[in-house]
Structure formats: structure tokens, C-alpha cells
T-cell receptor, first 112, second 115 residues
Framework: ETGVTQTPRHLVMGMTNKKSLKCEQH?????MYWYKQSAKKPLELMFV???????ENNSVPSRFSPECPNSSHLFLHLHTLQPEDSALYLC???????????FGQGTRLTVV | QQQVKQSPQSLIVQKGGISIINCAYE??????FPWYQQFPGKGPALLIA?????SEKKEGRFTISFNKSAKQFSLHIMDSQPGDSATYFC??????????????FGKGTHLIIQP
């Protein structure tokens, strides 16, 4: 186990649905991230939380809404997604931002 | 925009051979260069990382070579094994920059080691 747990592992949702992805880290880290991984594209940084405060939002559409209630938990709330949002969504954590990041196994999201 | 360019996109190496993956970056302020390994169905896992104060770092069969003047770094896998077949990502960041963003990744290299 990597110390970063994501649920669910797989998710299929319709374009009108609302769902949430969950991430939990057991490493005592201060920073948490959401990345999107699509085929043949670099990992795209979506959101960064540092000490529970959002510090980065890389022009992500508002249909993705992050939440970080504490330094161990991170959520990604999804609503009215598009088929092109289908991807592997990865959560990661690190002791401080920009340093060694530990990734979860990801949630494979399919929007139909 | 900060970029890290990775090549080749895919690579096939015979068992026992040397696998070489290259990355180039543009931002001279980058000071942390990790490599990640990802197997199907898994998240990326840190393999090895280097800071620009050294030109080479070796851990077992994995070596990072770093050329600061050329703004390039590469991963060498010696005695490549079928179990090394995976996707490899290079990345970079400015640890000392005081910023609060994450790593910038290359597009990845799909490595296949043939028995």
C-alpha cells in the first residue's frame, strides 16, 4: 500500500449525475493534490491544498469542485460532467508542496 | 508555460539491455527532478530523484544523469528485466521557489522489455 487510498476505484456516471471521489492519506503529509491522467497526455495538475488551504487551481472547469476538510482527506465533487472528462483521477500527497509526491491508485472515471 | 519534454514515447528493449529515457526542461529555476514508474491499474510511484547539485545518482539498476547546462536529464535502466515493463514519467519542480503548486510531468514513456 502506498499510504494514499482512493475510493471508488472505478466509477461510471451519466452527464447529469453528481458523484464524489474520496482520497485519504495516512502519511502525515501537509499537501494534497488532484491530478487528471488522460491517454497520451502528461499528468495534469488540477488542484493543490497546502495545510488544508487551496493554493492552486489550474483553470479547472467549475463542474469539478474540490474539498479538503482536514490535512488527511481530500474530495473531488463532480457534477454535470462531459464525456471528455473520462480519465484516471489521481490523488497524491507530499510533506510540502513541490516535493516527493505519493500517489493513490486512482479512480477510473467514465462519463456516459 | 512550464514544460517537461520526454522522449521516446515508447521503447522496446531486450532483456539484459540498457533502457534510456530522456527529458528536457525549459525553466532554469527547476531544482528537483524525480522519475516515476507506473504499472497498469496503479498510481505512479517514485523511482529515483535528483537535485541539480550532482550530475548523476544511482540506485541499484536505475541511474539518473543530469546535464544542467543542456537542461536535460535521463533515466538509465541497466540489465533491463521484463518486470521493468511499465510507463515511466519524468517530472520537475522548484522546491526552493517557495511556491505552492505541484510537479510538472512529462508525457510518459511506455517501456517494454522483451524476454
Amino acid at each position: 500500500e502506498t499510504g494514499v487510498t482512493q475510493t471508488p476505484r472505478h466509477l461510471v456516471m451519466g452527464m447529469t449525475n453528481k458523484k464524489s471521489l474520496k482520497c485519504e492519506q495516512h502519511l502525515g503529509h501537509n499537501a494534497m493534490y488532484w491530478y487528471k491522467q488522460s491517454a497520451k497526455k502528461p499528468l495534469e495538475l488540477m488542484f493543490v491544498y497546502n495545510f488544508k488551504e487551496q493554493t492552486e487551481n489550474n483553470s479547472v472547469p467549475s463542474r469539478f469542485s474540490p474539498e479538503c476538510p482536514n490535512s488527511s482527506h481530500l474530495f473531488l465533487h463532480l457534477h454535470t460532467l462531459q464525456p471528455e472528462d473520462s480519465a484516471l483521477y489521481l490523488c497524491a500527497s507530499s510533506q510540502q508542496t513541490r516535493t516527493e509526491a505519493f500517489f493513490g491508485q486512482g479512480t477510473r472515471l467514465t462519463v456516459v | 508555460q512550464q514544460q517537461v519534454k520526454q522522449s521516446p514515447q515508447s521503447l522496446i528493449v531486450q532483456k539484459g539491455g540498457i533502457s534510456i529515457i530522456n527529458c528536457a526542461y525549459e525553466n532554469t529555476a527547476f531544482d528537483y527532478f524525480p522519475w516515476y514508474q507506473q504499472f497498469p491499474g496503479k498510481g505512479p510511484a517514485l523511482l529515483i530523484a535528483i537535485r541539480p547539485d550532482v550530475s548523476e545518482k544511482k540506485e541499484g539498476r536505475f541511474t539518473i544523469s543530469f546535464n544542467k547546462s543542456a537542461k536535460q536529464f535521463s533515466l538509465h535502466i541497466m540489465d533491463s528485466q521484463p518486470g521493468d515493463s511499465a510507463t515511466y514519467f519524468c517530472a520537475a519542480s522548484m522546491v526552493s521557489g517557495g511556491g505552492a503548486d505541484g510537479l510538472t510531468f512529462g508525457k510518459g514513456t511506455h517501456l517494454i522489455i522483451q524476454p
